[in-house]
């Protein structure tokens, strides 16, 4: 299997612009979580999908991020307007289930620089 | 979720152990211990979790204090590519919040040639 499959790698935009981060989860896992990593702030869960259904998106910043997941195999997380405290690594990881005893597979990272 | 607390940072010889400790004192009866960790420039990777017993796999091994107040995750033999920040995160199965993974600051581990 390839893994969890993130697009693009690195974006550099422009504050106010808006930014689409990609993910392909790996086939016939279930559960999908998007996170952002920063120096400041750690690793931090930003929203979560079970059977392609957002259950729990407490984590997601402010109106301006939105997530989509619709189907399967494709979630998009979504900046608009982009804003330089957007900066960060957004990573997407997924699972098969979601229990304790769950491993979550995560993505190699977007890389975002709003300038 | 129950609190983790780890050293800041670590150092290892190349080939040699390295027994990376996690304190979890208020730890529940139905908290799994999990082990990730997170090489420079890439995501997290899991290396390894456990529940009461002590788990063995290819990466790594974690070892369990019989009050599962904390745990030692081992790894066998360091070599450069261990080098990463290891972060042991208490994952509870008892309720909705199952699906939670929450991260701390983690043990930075450098490997010295």
């Known amino acids: 299997d390839a893994g969890v499959i993130q697009s693009p790698r690195h974006e550099v935009t422009e504050m106010g612009q808006e930014v689409t981060l990609r993910c392909k989860p790996i086939?016939?896992?279930?559960?999908l979580f998007w996170y952002r990593q920063t120096m400041m702030r750690g690793l931090e869960l930003l929203i979560y999908?079970?059977?392609?259904?957002?259950?729990?998106d407490s984590g997601m910043p402010e109106d301006r991020f939105s997530a989509k997941m619709p189907n399967a195999s494709f979630s998009t997380l979504k900046i608009q307007p982009s804003e330089p405290r957007d900066s960060a690594v957004y990573f997407c990881?997924?699972?098969?289930?979601?229990?304790?005893?769950?491993?979550?597979?995560f993505g190699p990272g977007t890389r975002l620089l709003v300038l | 979720d129950a609190k983790t607390t780890q050293p800041n940072s670590m150092e290892s010889n190349e080939e040699e152990p390295v027994h990376l400790p996690c304190n979890h004192s208020?730890?529940?009866?139905?908290?799994?211990i999990h082990w990730y960790r997170q090489l420079p420039s890439q995501g997290p990777e899991y290396v390894i979790h456990?529940?009461?017993s002590n788990v063995n796999n290819r990466m790594a091994s974690l070892a369990i204090a019989e009050d599962r107040k904390s745990s030692t995750l081992i790894l066998h033999r360091a070599t450069l590519r261990d080098a990463a920040v290891y972060y042991c995160?208490?994952?509870?199965?008892?309720?909705?919040?199952?699906?939670?993974?929450?991260f701390g600051k983690g043990t930075k581990l450098s490997v010295i040639p």
């Open positions: 990881a997924s699972s098969a289930g979601q229990g304790a005893y769950e491993t979550q597979y």
């Open positions: 086939s016939g896992h279930n559960s």
């Open positions: 999908f079970n059977n392609n259904v957002p259950i729990d």
């Open positions: 208020t730890i529940s009866g139905t908290d799994y």
């Open positions: 456990g529940l009461t």
């Open positions: 995160i208490l994952r509870d199965n008892s309720g909705a919040g199952s699906y939670q993974l929450t």
